[in-house]
């Protein structure tokens, strides 16, 4: 079964960080570029970040440029976000999604790890 | 502010047809593919369709998508009670050279 599965959210203080993984399996994970999706509570969903399937390029939302980073290690089939100078605003469940090829689509899915940025 | 413009409500009665719409512009929609996912808060988003008007395996062909210049549309016919979740579009923007979502459509079947 193809399946993304999410991990490293928690509580932080603002101005702090944390770095998010996630992991693919049912796939050839270094085939596929991936992103990061987030929904605030009550809010849509927001695309954060993307990879391409290689790891050389790298795409971000202008609302976390500069603050995270987005990066993958194809040999433990992983994704991170490494997320610095965290914000209230920043509070959200971050999903993984894998491409669906050609950066048509997001076809898989995680449920999401819960990000809580408050002191 | 969403960059793509959904109505954030629709609703319909079960064996009804409803149609969700997004209007967004020339870098995205008017470029550039469009897709449809749907979502129960708390659950993995599933992508219902893509490319504009394809159907991934498994979605029944109930729904169906659509794309003319700057706007797509979401047709759901056989309203279902299990329709009932937030539909959203999204599609790749060349001026933010990065993805945008619509705000999002909370269905309510009656």
């Known amino acids: 079964e193809v399946q993304v599965l999410e991990s490293g959210g928690g509580l932080v203080q603002p101005g702090g960080s944390l770095r998010l993984s996630c992991v693919g399996s049912g796939f050839t994970f270094s085939g596929y570029a991936m992103s990061w999706v987030r929904q605030a509570p009550g809010k849509g969903l927001e695309w954060v970040s993307a990879?391409?399937?290689?790891?050389?390029?790298?795409y971000y939302a202008k609302s976390v440029k500069g603050r995270f980073t987005i990066s993958r290690d194809n040999s433990k089939n992983t994704q991170y976000l490494q997320m610095n100078s965290l914000r209230a605003e920043d509070t959200a469940i971050y999903l993984c999604?894998?491409?669906?090829?050609?950066?048509?689509?997001?076809?898989?899915w995680g449920q999401g790890t819960v990000v809580t940025v408050s002191s | 502010q969403s960059v793509l413009t959904q109505p954030p409500s629709a609703s319909g009665t079960s064996g009804q047809r409803v149609a969700i719409s997004c209007s967004g512009s020339?870098?995205?929609?008017?470029?550039?593919?469009l897709n449809w996912y749907y979502h129960l808060p708390g659950t993995a988003p599933k992508l219902l369709i893509y490319n504009n008007n394809q159907r991934p395996s498994g979605v029944p062909d109930r729904f169906s998508g659509s794309k003319s210049g700057t706007s797509a549309s979401l047709a759901i016919s056989g309203l279902q009670a299990e329709d009932e979740a937030d539909y959203y579009c999204?599609?790749?923007?060349?001026?933010?050279?990065?993805?945008?979502f619509g705000g999002g459509t909370k269905l309510t079947v009656l």
């Open positions: 999204a599609a790749w923007d060349n001026s933010l050279n990065g993805w945008v």
């Open positions: 999604a894998k491409d669906l090829g050609g950066g048509a689509a997001f076809d898989v």
């Open positions: 990879i391409s399937d290689s790891g050389s390029h790298t």
């Open positions: 020339s870098s995205n929609i008017g470029t550039n593919s």
